[in-house]
């Protein structure tokens, strides 16, 4: 093995790993279907949660950089990545597994992992009503902001609203928390559903909002 390997390659192993410790987590938690364990391995391995282990962490302070150098969110990500591929090389795959497992119970996020194993008998009727429903009005694969905007126009509903109902951080890493909220079906009866999503723009949290909301509802999106 070389002496010094170079961050760049370090964050493509890292990245491999993250993937493989996250879908093995995935496979043995739920009986999901191919697609919906992708989607469901996209909202942990990206780039806006490596960077909120990065802070969390506090790990700034130790890395050797210019004074000046504020690091973006893909760079926060990209040390993460780095950093399970330096454990990956120095140690194991097991040893990624057990930090990986780590982090996620001080991030809290292991809990929202919601597979089709867990869910109620009551969840289970609305998911099997729903995704009837969304058979019915032929639905088109695209992203869950513009899902959630087909699905209400083909049922004659206004579509959701975004409210920015937050915005946090410096100029430079600002943290933007967006609300989503409409009538999401038009059988009675007619409730007001909403999901927030945060994200480091707007553009973003309004996609994660979306996100949120397609799963309560079991509503299937790609991600982007």
């Known amino acids: 093995m070389e002496k010094r390997i170079s961050p760049q390659r370090l964050e493509f192993l890292g990245d491999a790993v993250l993937d493989l410790v996250v879908a093995e987590e995935l496979i043995k938690r739920s009986n999901a279907r191919e697609g919906v364990l992708t989607e469901q391995r996209k909202q942990i391995v990206n780039n806006d ?51 990986w497992q780590k982090l996620q119970m001080i991030m809290g996020k292991k809990s929202k992992i919601k597979a089709g194993t ?35 126009q083909k049922q004659g509903l206004e579509i959701p609203k975004y409210t920015v109902i937050e915005h946090s951080g410096p100029d430079h890493n ?36 979306a996100e949120n909301l397609c799963n309560q509802i079991f509503l299937e999106y790609i991600t982007s």
Request: include cysteine; glycine fraction near 4%.
């Open 174 to 209: 600002p943290i933007f928390q967006v609300k989503v909220s409409g009538v999401i079906f038009a059988d009675p009866p007619r409730r007001v559903l909403s999901a927030i999503g945060n994200g480091s723009s707007k553009k973003v949290a309004e996609i994660k909002a």
């Open 49 to 99: 949660f490596f960077a909120q282990i990065f802070v969390k962490l506090n790990i700034q302070p130790f890395i050797r950089a210019a004074f000046s150098y504020i690091p973006s969110v893909k760079d926060k990500a990209n040390f993460i990545e780095a950093f399970f591929g330096a454990i990956f090389l120095v140690f194991n795959y097991a040893k990624c597994v057990e930090i």
């Open 118 to 152: 867990y869910l109620s008998s009551e969840e289970r009727e609305s998911k099997v009503r729903f995704r009837q429903l969304y058979a019915d009005l032929g639905l088109t694969p695209k992203n869950a902001k513009s899902v959630l905007q087909e699905l209400c």
